[in-house]
């Protein structure tokens, strides 16, 4: 089924070479009976060695570009182009609240009017935060219709969070209005091998493993208490290929986990995994708009793909920290 859809095709992907993009690229460069995949990125978060796998691969092409700015010429015909391209890190958007407003508005701009010239399939990947912050949430989790987004407009967070809803919005009223086929994808706190390992709030697991493979307490934002979920990359990526296969268009879905952790368990596993007990973890103010609980509905795409995550939290910790361990050079002389 999935050679139907991919056999002959051409895959442009904007942020390629960061962490959500270069899986995708991998995994799609896998499908020998894939014309072509053109990576555009700026390199800001992500990075070559990311697709150091594949690059040799005469089916890729990798070209240095800002999406937000006028695209470079591009020969090949497409058939799918995704947007990944995301300053997803706190301290990276708060840094650069234009960069990441742009990259949702003009960089959206652009590559839609790209999938209109090529009547290419257009992929959106927003984000979790469109959501906003709550205390207390559906028991089924966060729905794509029906949740009630709660932003807090004018704070540190608010540039992400508000570039990708105007991102989501944008993509649908010029998708619409141009006939493109459109899913928009909402992810949920994936993580795995690739990530950007900036020390710093927002990527937690990384934090978590690096403190723990350097023998240090970790450090906890808040009392713990904070409820979240975690989808291993795999599974991510395995779910956007079964979105593939069913050809969808005007849709909203989330991908992510539904299994619940406390940050304090988070902690507690990763000291156990690596055997850090002794160094234990230490407790910092919490983040004022950091919301109490994330969790999203899987309804939709259990329904429509009957994907269900399957790596287990602790497996996919392990694999995590194995790569950060090589990565990062830990224990080496």
Known sequence: MLKRFCKDKGFLIAGGSGFLGSHFVKR???????KKVVVLDNFCTGSLNNLAEVIGDPRLEVIETDIS???????EKFDFIYHLAALANPLDYEKNPIDTLT??????????????????????????????????IPYRGLNEEETVSRLILGKPRSPYAVGKCFGEELTRHLCDNYGIKYTIIRPFNVYG???DVKTNYGRVIPNFITWALKKEPLQINGDGTQIRTFCYIDD????????????LSSEVINIGS????????LARLVNE?????SSGYRFVERYQFEPLIRTPDLTKIIRLTNWEPATELKKGLKNTSDWLKTHLKIGEQ
């Open 28 to 34: 799609l460069l896998q499908l020998k009976y894939v």
């Open 258 to 265: 539904t299994q619940q952790i406390r940050i304090l368990d």
């Open 103 to 136: 990259v949702n508005s003009d960089g959206v701009r652009n590559l839609i009017e790209l999938a209109r010239k090529n009547k290419a399939v257009f992929y959106y990947f927003s984000s979790s935060e469109v959501y906003g912050i709550y205390d207390c």
């Open 273 to 277: 995994i690596l055997d850090n007990r």
């Open 193 to 195: 091998p690739n990530m």
């Open 69 to 75: 700015q006028t695209l470079p010429k591009l020969k």
């Open 236 to 247: 991510f990526i395995e779910a956007l290929f079964l979105l593939l296969k069913i050809n």
